[in-house]
């Protein structure tokens, strides 16, 4: 359990090395590099525009309510 808490304890302090033993150890990516990563579905133009999808969420919050 100390190792739990000591180990986050790196998490919070020294980043860069957390960063390159998990990833040695484990199946672990950054949550920096993810949100860096492009979506899968990115690549083309959106398909609504802001105001559309604004519309389109204001209709399904009422549908919801």
Known sequence: MLFI?????VMMDIRPVYDWVTQRLFDYQSPDEEYMMPSPRAGGP??????????????TLQEQA
């Open 5 to 9: 808490f000591a180990w986050s304890s």
């Open 46 to 59: 959106p398909h609504l525009d802001w105001r559309a999808a604004h519309a389109a969420g204001e209709r």
